[in-house]
């Protein structure tokens, strides 16, 4: 069965996008302007209610009040969607950058669950998903090594979406279908990374470009639509279409 629905609970921010040189003072301004970098937060939901990644905000500025300013944004981030952190079945993390697990502590009643190639480095207990494992229906893990050598993105198609909109003339209804949709974490940053075949490889763990490209290539020959890791839903406007030649 496909997925009944999805919401973008939190878009996150980057210190540096595409076309943008990395300079800690344009970091710097990002953050004193409110930007956190923190990553995009992603709710879908099928049989199982699942979070991807939880969005931590001000990494390089670790103290109490940071973590606790992060669990109070996301906290509200939930709330304004009509959910709170024990809704949450499965918590699936990308990868294991603190901009994206930084609230792993709000989910004690939530299963957590990552790549199987990071089981074995994680201090926490966590469970692993293989390569295409169906973790709830209409709910696939894709390994998409590159960014870091276990990282792991979900692709899930939704039920046939459809949305009413008020109009003077008594609303109508747009018909949008059935579509098949990747939570990418960091294979693809932002919509300007995608745009303009940018690969981050600023990471100290980032693990070769050849297996990013590799993995950008899973994610765009398939989804319709991507939420990439540290911007909002945009249309991949790249994918093949069936039986158009090059």
């Not at 540096?16 to 970098?37: H, Q, T, W, Y």
């Not at 099928?46 to 670790?62: K, P, Y």
């Not at 950008?216 to 639509?225: N, P, Q, R, S, T």
């Not at 249309?235 to 090059?246: C, L, S, T």
Request: aromatic share 6%; glycine share 8%.
């Amino acid at each position: 069965m496909p997925v009944r629905s999805f919401k973008i609970i939190k878009q996150g921010s980057v210190p540096f996008d595409a076309f943008e040189p990395v300079d800690s003072r344009a970091m710097a301004l990002k953050n004193i302007s409110g930007l956190g970098c923190g990553s995009t937060v992603t709710y879908i939901e099928s049989d199982a209610r699942i979070l991807v990644d939880t969005g931590f905000d001000f990494e390089n500025a670790l103290t109490d009040d940071i973590v606790k300013a992060n669990k109070k944004r996301l906290t509200h981030a939930l709330k304004a969607h009509g959910l709170k952190p024990s809704d949450i079945d499965i918590l699936f993390i990308t990868h294991w950058h603190l901009d994206h697990f930084g609230n792993v502590k709000m989910f004690k009643d939530s299963t957590i669950m990552t790549s199987e190639a990071a089981v074995s480095r994680v201090k926490i207990d966590v469970t692993g998903a293989r390569d295409g494992e169906q973790i709830a229906d209409g709910v696939r893990v894709v390994h998409t090594p590159g960014h870091t050598a276990d990282h792991a993105s979900l692709v899930f198609k939704t039920d046939r979406l459809r949305q009413s909109i008020q109009t003077s003339a008594g609303g109508r209804i747009i018909g949008i279908g059935e579509v098949t949709v990747a939570a990418a974490g960091d294979v693809i940053l932002t919509p300007a990374f995608y745009a303009t075949d940018t690969i981050w490889t600023q990471n100290k763990d980032f693990t070769s470009k050849e297996a990013a490209a590799a993995s950008l290539g899973k994610i765009v020959g398939e989804a319709d639509y991507i939420i990439p890791g540290h911007g909002d839903l945009f249309r991949n406007v790249k994918k093949p279409q069936a039986g158009k030649k090059d």
